[in-house]
């Protein structure tokens, strides 16, 4: 019978949530618990760690615990600088704990006054690692 069989733990460490759960069940295993901790080396949604070692012989249908990075605990959300004054933009980079990174400067098409910021990278809205450089695009 099945319970009998033994089955290799497979690598779970590095892949997604999801990923691990497909491997698990290919492998006739079942996903047990799964917790969360911050990691300030490995992105979020990443398994980095598994209860059973792999290629460890273990019973068919067996669970398997994985731990998950939650990511850095010092992410901040990158404020949006878009159509702001140039003058104002490292201030407000600083009260995110961001600095202000390469700018380039373009002309301007009448559009947008002198010192608008036109352009960043990242984006608004994305997280990011405390002192993260936000690259700015900004009118002549």
């Known amino acids: 019978s099945k319970g009998e069989q033994n089955v290799k733990a497979p690598d779970l460490v ?14 006739g295993l079942k996903l047990g618990e799964v917790s969360y901790v911050f990691n300030e080396e490995i992105g979020a949604d990443t398994v980095i760690g598994q209860s ?15 731990t998950i990075s939650k990511g850095s605990e010092e ?6 600088l878009m159509h702001s004054d140039y003058v104002n933009a490292e201030a407000i980079l600083a009260e995110s704990g961001l600095l202000l990174g390469d700018v380039s400067w ?8 002198s010192n608008t910021i036109v352009g960043q990278t990242p984006e608004a809205g994305e997280l990011v690692k405390k002192n993260t450089a936000v690259n700015l695009t900004v009118i002549e």
């Open 106 to 113: 373009q002309p301007g098409d009448g559009t947008f006054m």
């Open 75 to 80: 992410q901040v959300m990158v404020p949006n």
């Open 52 to 66: 059973i070692a792999r290629n460890r012989k273990i019973n068919y249908g067996s669970e398997i615990n994985i």
């Open 14 to 27: 590095g892949k997604t949530q999801r990923q691990a759960k497909i491997e698990l069940m290919n492998a």
